[in-house]
Every structure is written in structure tokens, then in C-alpha cells.
């Protein structure tokens, strides 16, 4: 149950009540491949006259009925009497199905087979995000890319201590109080604290607890919802309409309007401790973040104010807060399906602690001894500060093997299976020689990829939460044996900072929490297997605190 709520937070949860059921039940743009063609008769599969197409069950109008039933045992079944590559009739659509390693690389892979072309045709996607960028308007602009490799990446180390402290707050204040805790709807905290821990990577520490940054962040991804269409019929017209509609005016302005405001007095009282500074002929490092980076490039990014700036600070919000904490749920889902799991993890997370404490009480004592340093006081507020020895540094989440192998295999399992729509904008030939023709739609066979013994090892059926612990195989690695992030040049660029979040959040829950349970076990299965938040209301999940663990921070959060 959620504590501590002030009346004023009172007011967001009644807002958030109707929002996260939206923005929770929508999979943000990258994560709604399959869906997104639905619903459109606009669709068609290849005419390459090669590729079969899969016959309809008897007293069926489409593939779906089939498919629901179950989505392995139909691909399956389709790859083995019509080869890697056939058409479907499914989600409302013609669509390709292309099978095995090659031919699903070949989607993601070749230039001309386009992802948000895909989405853009039936949504309007591309309006919806030119509506709140003054430059980089071109849908295929690398400009995300290089500032995600730029600004986020190399920084890792500073963010991970900011992600911790922030994913702390709001889980002491959702999850503080009783030995057992009840929570009703788990995405709503997971919810909070990853909009935290982005709204301090990208806009700042001083703004990470900002209500207003906060609402925006979750808030767009209602409008983003509406944008899909999601819950309501799409047509045809539906894209015709959005394309329109945002070119006019776009629900988004208010909440790059609300990042202006409140980013305006925070760059302005950076400048003045630059002046300060520069007049006191001292040197001024700016605080490490996503705005400050795009603020100091403009110019090498093309940026024309700080409107332009917030829009796309809003745009990286829309592709990484609802992905990051749908798959941050969902790994806390796994770990209530199966219990047995949370004590070896707890157990990692120790030893990996204990090495790290030792570790710098060696280098304090190598650095006492060279005389370096005069007394142990001098550490105190540095990197060796005994007092942050057990704290989650980025080094130490990297070695967490068990929880990567555990987040890996939720990702496998849990991946829609039919997965990675794309619009062919050209004749496209595929590896084995079959054409996907211009204007068709190619989807991937998940199934094929993330089931098959040859890539994922022995019974690949099963949950097997370490099989890839010593494989070399981590839960960012984007390839065609984990397809959640893409592969290739198109890659997502902010997985990093993706599943050090999830990690970070599953190492925290597993240290403070020694059970989890779902309590309406009837809904286990379909909230394991949900990819777009469907089952709504999902089970509420019962958490027991580990004894003896210490929630920081008590501040109340507001949820
Ligand atoms: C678990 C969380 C996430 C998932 C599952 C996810 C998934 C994806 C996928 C499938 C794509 C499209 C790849 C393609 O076109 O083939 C994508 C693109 C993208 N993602 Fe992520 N993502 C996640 C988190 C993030 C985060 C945290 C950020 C920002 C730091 C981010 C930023 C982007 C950007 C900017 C693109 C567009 C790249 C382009 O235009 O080529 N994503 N993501």
C-alpha cells in the first residue's frame, strides 16, 4: 500500500490513476512493433510470389485465434510446413514472417526495411515527434545516437550512485512500513522511480525530485498513447488525422513548456557560478548531466534554444521511461513467479559489496601507507569515502552476473513473439534470395530466435534465470538472440543505461526484500507473458522485507 501521501501528492495519484492504466497498457512506439500495424487494412504482405502463405484454420477469419492459443506451437508449426518465410494474416494485417537467425537479421539489419516507417505509416509518429523539435526534424537523424554515446554512456560511473540514491528514496516511501507490504499496482512505483533516476540523468540532480519534471515525464506517455491509439479502434484515417493534428498542435508543448520552466533557473544559476568562479580565477565544472551536455554542444548538435532542447530531452523520455519500467516490472514479476531465486541474488549482491569494501580499504591503506594521504578524514566526501563502501557503484552493478543472467532471461521469455515490424521502402532481397517488396511489411518470428536450443542452450523453454551467467552474454547485448533492444546500426543506444536501471532496481529489491509473491496467482501466467501491460489491473504483489534491512531515506514519495 502506498504511505505517506501528502494531499497535495494526493492530486498527481488521481491524475496518475488515469494515466498509468494508458500509458502502462501502451508499450512506447519502439516496443509496439506488432502492434502498431494492427487494425490497418493499409498493410500487405510481399508480393513476392515465393512466399507462401500460411492456410487459415477451419472456421477461422484470420491467424489470430490461432496464434493466441499459442504463439510458439503456431510458429512452429508454420515454420515447419511453410519454411522460414511466410505471409500471415494477423493483428489485422498482411504481413511477412521471416524465421532463424539470418533472415530476422536481415530485418533489423538492412537499411531499406525501416522500424518507425512502420509505425509512422499507421500512427503518425513522425509528426507527433517533429511537433517538438525545432532542428534534427529528419525521422532518421543519428542525433539521439551520438548524444546517448556522448553524454549518457561515458558517465555511467557518476549516474549509477544518482540512479541508486533515487530508486532508494522511492522505494523507503512506497515500500517503507510494515514487515509485509501490499503493492496493488507495481508499475506505478517502478514507474516513479525511473522517471527519478531519468529526470536526474537528464535534466539534473536539482530537478530529480521536481514533481513537475516528474508528471511531465510520465504524462507524455499519455499523449504518446493517444498518439497509438492503442486502446481505442485505429483506422486508416486514424494516421491521416494524427499527421495532421500534431502538425497543428501538439499535446507535447505543455510538458516541454513545464521542462523550460523549470530548467530556465537552474541554467541560469550554473551560469552565475561560472561568473562567480571565473572571477575568483577558480575553475567551474558543471554538474554531469543530459542538459547541461546538450546546452554546452548546441552548436555540434544543431540545437536553437532551450525549447528545441527540452523537446528532445522529451523525445528520449518518450523512447526510455515506459520501455525502462515495464522491464523493470517485469523482472520483479519473474522474481515473485519464482521465489527461489531472490536469495542467490541477495547473496551476489553481498559478495560483490563485501569485494568492494575490501577493495577500498585496501587502496585507503596503500594510499595512508605511501603517505599520499595524512589520516582517514581525508577520505571522507571522495570515491574512498568509507561510508559509501556498500553503496551500488556502477563497477559493482557490472559484476552483478546472476541479476544480468536473471534480466536477460526475463527479456527472452517474456518478448512478444511475433516482434520488429518493418516497412520495406524499396525491393528488399533477403539472405535467401526471397524479396520483400516495396511498401510490404516484414515481422519477425521471435519464436525462431529466442527459443531455439542452438542459440539459447539446453530446454530452451525454460525459465532458466542463469543460463547465461559465464556466457559473455549480458542483458544489453543487442543481437539476434535478445531482440527487445533491435540489432545493428538501429540498435537502441540507451540500453546501457536501460539495464543498469534494472539492475540497479533489482539488486536494491532483492537486499531490502526476501520474498515476493503475486497474490491473485490465477493472473501469473498472463503477467508473465504480458508485453504491453494488457492485464490491467495486474495481481498486486505482496513483498516481505528481509529482516534486519534498513530502508534509507524515509522521506515520503509521492506515487
Ligand atoms: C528496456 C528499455 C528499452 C527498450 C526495450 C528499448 C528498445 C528500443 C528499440 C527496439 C529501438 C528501435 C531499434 C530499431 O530501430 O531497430 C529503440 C530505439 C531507441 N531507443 Fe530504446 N529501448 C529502451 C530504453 C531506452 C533508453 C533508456 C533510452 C535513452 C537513454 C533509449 C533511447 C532510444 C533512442 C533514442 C532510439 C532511437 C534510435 C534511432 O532512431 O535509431 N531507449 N529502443
Same mark, same amino acid.
Given at each position: 500500500?502506498?504511505?505517506?501521501?501528502?494531499?497535495?501528492?494526493?492530486?498527481?495519484?488521481?491524475?496518475?490513476?488515469?494515466?498509468?492504466?494508458?500509458? $502502462?497498457?501502451?508499450?512506447?512506439?519502439?516496443?509496439?512493433?506488432?502492434?502498431?500495424?494492427?487494425?490497418?487494412?493499409?498493410?500487405?504482405?510481399?508480393?513476392?510470389?515465393?512466399?507462401?502463405?500460411?492456410?487459415?484454420?477451419?472456421? %477461422?477469419?484470420?491467424?489470430?485465434?490461432?496464434?493466441?492459443?499459442?504463439?510458439?506451437?503456431? &510458429?512452429?508449426?508454420?515454420?515447419?510446413?511453410?519454411?522460414?518465410?511466410?505471409?500471415?494474416?494477423?493483428?489485422?494485417?498482411?504481413?511477412?514472417?521471416?524465421?532463424?537467425?539470418? &533472415?530476422?537479421?536481415?530485418?533489423?539489419?538492412?537499411?531499406?526495411?525501416?522500424?518507425? %516507417?512502420?509505425?509512422?505509416?499507421?500512427?503518425?509518429?513522425? !509528426?507527433?515527434? !517533429?511537433?517538438?523539435?525545432?532542428?534534427?526534424?529528419?525521422?532518421?537523424?543519428?542525433?539521439?545516437?551520438?548524444?546517448?554515446?556522448?553524454?549518457?554512456?561515458?558517465?555511467?560511473?557518476?549516474?549509477?550512485?544518482?540512479?541508486?540514491?533515487?530508486?532508494?528514496?522511492?522505494?523507503?516511501?512506497?515500500?517503507?512500513?510494515?514487515?509485509?507490504? $501490499?503493492?496493488?499496482?507495481?508499475?506505478?512505483?517502478?514507474?516513479?522511480? #525511473?522517471?527519478?533516476?531519468?529526470?536526474?540523468?537528464?535534466?539534473?540532480?536539482?530537478?530529480?525530485?521536481?514533481?513537475?519534471?516528474?508528471?511531465?515525464?510520465?504524462?507524455?506517455?499519455?499523449?504518446?498513447?493517444?498518439? *497509438?491509439?492503442?486502446?481505442?479502434?485505429?483506422?486508416?484515417?486514424?494516421? #491521416?488525422?494524427?499527421?495532421?493534428?500534431?502538425?497543428?498542435?501538439?499535446?507535447?508543448?505543455?510538458?516541454?513548456?513545464?521542462?523550460?520552466?523549470?530548467?530556465?533557473?537552474?541554467?541560469?544559476?550554473?551560469?552565475?557560478?561560472?561568473?562567480?568562479?571565473?572571477?575568483?580565477?577558480?575553475?567551474?565544472?558543471?554538474?554531469?548531466?543530459? &542538459? =547541461? !551536455?546538450?546546452?554546452?554542444?548546441?552548436?555540434?548538435?544543431?540545437?536553437?534554444? @532551450?525549447?528545441?532542447?527540452?523537446?528532445? #530531452? *522529451? #523525445?528520449?523520455?518518450?523512447?526510455?521511461?515506459?520501455?525502462?519500467?515495464?522491464?523493470?516490472?517485469?523482472? *520483479?514479476?519473474?522474481?515473485?513467479?519464482?521465489?527461489?531465486?531472490?536469495?542467490?541474488?541477495?547473496?551476489?549482491?553481498?559478495?560483490?559489496?563485501?569485494? =568492494?569494501?575490501?577493495?577500498?580499504?585496501?587502496?585507503?591503506?596503500?594510499?595512508? !601507507?605511501?603517505?599520499?594521504?595524512?589520516?582517514?578524514?581525508?577520505?571522507?566526501?571522495?570515491?574512498?569515502?568509507?561510508?559509501?563502501?556498500?553503496?551500488?557503484?556502477?563497477?559493482?552493478?557490472?559484476?552483478?552476473?546472476?541479476?544480468?543472467?536473471?534480466?536477460?532471461?526475463?527479456?527472452?521469455? =517474456?518478448?512478444?513473439?511475433?516482434?520488429?515490424?518493418? @516497412?520495406?521502402?524499396?525491393?528488399? $532481397?533477403?539472405?535467401?534470395?526471397?524479396?520483400?517488396?516495396?511498401?510490404?511489411?516484414?515481422?519477425?518470428?521471435?519464436?525462431?530466435?529466442?527459443?531455439?536450443?542452438? &542459440?539459447?542452450?539446453?530446454?530452451?523453454?525454460?525459465?532458466?534465470?542463469?543460463?547465461?551467467?559465464?556466457?559473455?552474454?549480458?542483458?544489453?547485448?543487442?543481437?539476434?538472440?535478445?531482440?527487445?533492444?533491435?540489432?545493428?546500426?538501429?540498435?537502441?543506444?540507451?540500453?546501457?543505461?536501460?539495464?543498469?536501471?534494472?539492475?540497479?532496481?533489482?539488486?536494491?529489491? $532483492?537486499?531490502?526484500?526476501?520474498?515476493?509473491?503475486?497474490?491473485?496467482?490465477?493472473?501469473?501466467?498472463?503477467?508473465?507473458?504480458?508485453?504491453?501491460?494488457?492485464?490491467?489491473?495486474?495481481?498486486?504483489?505482496?513483498?516481505?522485507?528481509?529482516?534486519?534491512?534498513?530502508?534509507?531515506?524515509?522521506?515520503?514519495?509521492?506515487?
Amino acid at each position: 500500500m502506498f504511505e505517506s501521501l501528502s494531499s497535495s501528492t494526493r492530486n498527481v495519484v488521481a491524475v496518475l490513476k488515469v494515466a498509468i492504466p494508458v500509458a $502502462v497498457g501502451l508499450a512506447s512506439a519502439v516496443y509496439l512493433g506488432k502492434k502498431m500495424a494492427a487494425q490497418s487494412g493499409s498493410s500487405d504482405f510481399s508480393r513476392d510470389k515465393t512466399i507462401p502463405t500460411v492456410a487459415i484454420r477451419a472456421g %477461422d477469419q484470420s491467424h489470430d485465434a490461432e496464434y493466441n492459443e499459442d504463439p510458439d506451437k503456431f &510458429l512452429q508449426k508454420c515454420e515447419k510446413q511453410y519454411g522460414q518465410v511466410f505471409n500471415l494474416l494477423i493483428l489485422n494485417q498482411r504481413v511477412t514472417c521471416v524465421s532463424g537467425p539470418t &533472415l530476422v537479421r536481415d530485418i533489423f539489419m538492412t537499411d531499406d526495411l525501416n522500424f518507425s %516507417d512502420a509505425l509512422n505509416q499507421l500512427t503518425g509518429l513522425h !509528426a507527433f515527434m !517533429a511537433s517538438i523539435r525545432k532542428s534534427n526534424k529528419d525521422a532518421d537523424n543519428r542525433m539521439p545516437h551520438e548524444l546517448i554515446k556522448d553524454a549518457i554512456s561515458p558517465n555511467m560511473a557518476e549516474f549509477t550512485p544518482r540512479i541508486v540514491s533515487c530508486a532508494e528514496r522511492v522505494i523507503s516511501g512506497a515500500m517503507g512500513g510494515s514487515n509485509e507490504v $501490499v503493492i496493488d499496482h507495481l508499475g506505478y512505483v517502478i514507474q516513479e522511480i #525511473i522517471a527519478s533516476a531519468m529526470a536526474d540523468v537528464y535534466m539534473g540532480s536539482e530537478l530529480e525530485k521536481d514533481r513537475k519534471v516528474i508528471d511531465a515525464f510520465i504524462m507524455c506517455n499519455y499523449d504518446f498513447g493517444m498518439m *497509438l491509439a492503442f486502446n481505442s479502434g485505429r483506422s486508416f484515417w486514424h494516421s #491521416i488525422k494524427n499527421k495532421f493534428k500534431y502538425n497543428v498542435r501538439s499535446p507535447l508543448h505543455k510538458h516541454v513548456q513545464a521542462l523550460v520552466d523549470v530548467a530556465t533557473p537552474v541554467l541560469e544559476r550554473r551560469s552565475q557560478l561560472k561568473a562567480e568562479a571565473l572571477r575568483q580565477g577558480k575553475e567551474y565544472s558543471p554538474p554531469t548531466d543530459v &542538459l =547541461q !551536455a546538450m546546452v554546452d554542444n548546441a552548436a555540434k548538435y544543431g540545437y536553437v534554444d @532551450l525549447e528545441d532542447i527540452c523537446g528532445h #530531452i *522529451l #523525445i528520449l523520455v518518450l523512447a526510455s521511461v515506459h520501455t525502462t519500467n515495464l522491464f523493470t516490472t517485469h523482472a *520483479l514479476y519473474y522474481m515473485a513467479a519464482y521465489p527461489q531465486y531472490i536469495e542467490p541474488m541477495f547473496e551476489e549482491v553481498q559478495e560483490v559489496l563485501n569485494e =568492494q569494501a575490501k577493495e577500498r580499504e585496501e587502496q585507503r591503506q596503500e594510499q595512508l !601507507a605511501s603517505g599520499n594521504v595524512s589520516s582517514m578524514a581525508a577520505f571522507l566526501g571522495t570515491e574512498l569515502d568509507p561510508q559509501n563502501d556498500r553503496q551500488l557503484s556502477e563497477k559493482a552493478v557490472r559484476k552483478l552476473q546472476k541479476i544480468d543472467s536473471f534480466v536477460r532471461e526475463t527479456m527472452r521469455y =517474456q518478448n512478444t513473439r511475433l516482434f520488429g515490424t518493418h @516497412l520495406a521502402r524499396r525491393d528488399t $532481397v533477403l539472405s535467401n534470395g526471397m524479396k520483400i517488396t516495396k511498401g510490404s511489411r516484414v515481422i519477425g518470428n521471435v519464436t525462431s530466435v529466442h527459443f531455439s536450443e542452438e &542459440l539459447q542452450g539446453e530446454e530452451p523453454f525454460e525459465f532458466r534465470p542463469w543460463r547465461f551467467v559465464g556466457k559473455g552474454k549480458g542483458a544489453s547485448k543487442a543481437a539476434v538472440d535478445l531482440l527487445p533492444f533491435g540489432i545493428g546500426r538501429h540498435a537502441c543506444p540507451g540500453r546501457f543505461l536501460a539495464v543498469n536501471e534494472i539492475k540497479i532496481v533489482c539488486a536494491l529489491i $532483492v537486499t531490502k526484500f526476501s520474498k515476493l509473491e503475486i497474490k491473485e496467482k490465477e493472473k501469473t501466467m498472463d503477467m508473465l507473458l504480458d508485453r504491453l501491460g494488457y492485464v490491467n489491473p495486474p495481481s498486486p504483489i505482496i513483498m516481505t522485507r528481509r529482516e534486519g534491512s534498513i530502508l534509507q531515506s524515509p522521506a515520503p514519495v509521492a506515487i
